[in-house]
């Protein structure tokens, strides 16, 4: 049993919101194909750390397991990415797991990504189709478009382009690339150009756009894929001339 | 409640939200406009030194015969200046920098993009004393001879690479960024086009810069 390979982990955590952090180590059995959220499954059930002593077992978020929910977000040896996609074997040990601290941390690697929702009603991403009378199909949209609005629909709210930003901060009002990027995406959509305005004025507001810094983080760590970047930058020229044209209308 | 209606217009937000936009923008026109144009017009003002001392002191009186050049200075420089360095100051002091943990290029060039404003700012303080306000109270003349005085101490001199590297560079990179801060560069094709193009502008004025340093000693 002793000859057996372990997976050393060293944890950051939390044990209340208004509590200190601290790090805890721990040594768990080595199975072939883990990920990270096997690794911290196995502390679930069997939660006693390095030095053998019974602890409470670290908390975390998931549900998918296949990188489509977003809930399992940390920063893995420094690096913020999805814990389930993340195979143990591939990583250098101990495996250093941290909480998203651009987000508020509930307990131990838990987060709550509230802002980010808050922030999806401010660019009003949705499409409004209720109305008081019936207003017929909506026109259609070539499969060169679909294609390009499919990429943005994949984002699943997991938060890594913010906490990879460096102009997501405490100090900053940045609502952050992700809600940017889901802001082309409503404003592409045939019927969600109708609204297109009113998503541009939170882009050129005090949260919106100015505040992106061209570090180009965002793009690389998210794990969808999503041409973040180019989304910002077709804003920039959207919002520009938005906020031009409205002016000179005043 | 958020309205979920259609509306004609959208309800515009009071121009206060707008400033940080609006102030953005003007700090991206300001560098590149005014202050980019005359960096480089300075530079190639200061190449004439590698043509000789009389060259350069020709094209000295030649600018210097420009009517009504303070104003100018003022209006063209100093004030897109003391906006483009303040409102910078203010920008880097709220970001905060990951390049430890994201050693991506572009995350590098946000980095240093925020280092060479600030030395550029400290040279550009201390180059406007030396050569444009110590001569007017001092009455000295602005000549090849004076600058030369300056540059053979060692220090200053090499603090003036550093200070012309670092300017070059905050320069050509703002170039790049500014090309997706007006929307020009979308993709990522044409911004890696851009930033090769931005490196060949940073190469050739920095080469000009330093080799025009070097003429005054």
């Known amino acids: 049993m002793s000859s057996e390979k372990v997976i050393r982990l060293k944890v950051k955590r939390k044990d209340q919101m208004d509590s200190e952090s601290y790090w805890e180590e721990f040594a768990i059995p080595y199975r072939p194909n883990m990920n990270v959220i096997s690794a911290l499954m196995e502390i679930q059930r069997n939660p006693i750390n390095a030095e053998g002593t019974q602890v409470r077992s670290v908390a975390w978020e998931y549900n998918c397991l296949e990188e489509v929910c977003g809930a399992c977000s940390m920063r893995i040896n420094g690096k913020v990415r999805q814990a389930c996609s993340t195979l143990v074997e591939k990583l250098e040990q101990p495996i250093q797991l941290e909480p998203m601290e651009t987000f508020p941390v509930e307990r131990d690697l838990v987060v709550d990504r509230q802002r980010m929702f808050d922030a999806l009603q401010k660019i009003k991403g949705w499409i409004p189709i209720d109305g008081t009378y019936a207003m017929g199909s909506g026109p259609l949209i070539s499969s060169g478009e679909q294609q390009e609005a499919y990429k943005f629909s994949t984002c699943m709210t997991c938060g890594c382009c913010l906490d990879a930003c460096p102009n997501v901060n405490s100090g900053s009002p940045f609502i952050g690339p992700q809600a940017l990027a889901q802001t082309k995406y409503f404003n592409m959509h045939p019927t969600g150009k109708l609204t297109k305005n009113e998503r541009l004025e939170v882009v050129i507001g005090d949260e919106g756009i100015s505040n992106c810094g061209n570090s180009q983080n965002c793009v690389e760590v998210c794990p969808k894929d999503i041409p973040l970047t180019t989304a910002l930058a077709e804003l920039n020229h959207e919002a520009n001339r938005y906020a031009l044209w409205s002016w000179l209308k005043k | ?217």
């Open chain 2, 1 to 217: 409640m958020q309205s979920n209606s259609l509306t004609a217009d959208p309800q515009p937000v009071s121009n206060n939200i707008r400033k940080r936009f609006v102030l953005s923008r003007l700090h991206s026109l300001a560098g590149i406009v005014p202050l980019g144009i005359f960096m480089v017009e300075h530079l190639l003002t200061n190449s004439t030194a590698l043509f000789g001392s009389e060259k350069y002191n020709e094209q000295i009186h030649l600018i210097q015969s420009i009517p009504f050049l303070p104003l100018l200075e003022i209006f063209l420089v100093a004030i897109p200046l003391i906006f483009h360095a303040g409102y910078g100051i203010y920008l880097s002091m709220i970001s905060k920098s990951n390049i430890q943990t994201y050693k991506y290029e572009r995350n590098r060039l946000f980095f240093f993009q925020r280092v060479t404003g600030i030395t550029t700012l400290v040279f550009i303080i201390y180059h406007v004393w030396s050569f444009r306000l110590a001569p007017v109270f001092y009455g000295t003349e602005i000549n090849f001879d004076l600058v030369n005085s300056h540059l053979e101490n060692v220090f200053i001199f090499s603090f003036y690479v550093i200070g012309v590297v670092g300017a070059v560079f905050h320069f050509t990179n703002g170039i790049r960024t500014g090309l997706i801060t007006w929307g020009v560069t979308k993709g990522p094709a044409s911004q890696r086009i851009a930033q090769k193009i931005c490196l060949l502008f940073f190469a050739v004025f920095g080469v000009l810069g330093v080799a025009s340093l070097f003429a005054f000693i």
